[in-house]
């Protein structure tokens, strides 16, 4: 009997714990919430670029999960987008948000 692997995805849990699965999980979190924070603001993928001092191709590479974060560009990024960056990090999984500053 099959047990419906083909119609959704699980990731076996010793996946969860290799390094690259956990930094692509970083990087892909990353672009979500960069992409949403910008599209809140109403910001192209270039005015975002310029207010972080990077070039276009660089924020739609990050927006598309292909940067694995840094401290210094997390903090340039949340500047950019002025918002407070909320990050948690558990054993297999990283969220994170960028939280509007209050006007």
Known sequence: MSRGYHTRWEVPDEHRADP??????AAIALGQAVFD???ALGLSVGELGLRAGLAAEEVERIEG???VPTLPLLRRLAHAL???????????????SFVPHAA
């Open 37 to 39: 924070a910008r599209g």
């Open 20 to 25: 690259a699965y956990v930094e692509a999980s």
């Open 65 to 67: 999960g292909g940067t």
């Open 82 to 96: 002025d918002a407070q960056l909320d990050l948690s990090i558990d054993s297999d999984e990283v969220s994170l």
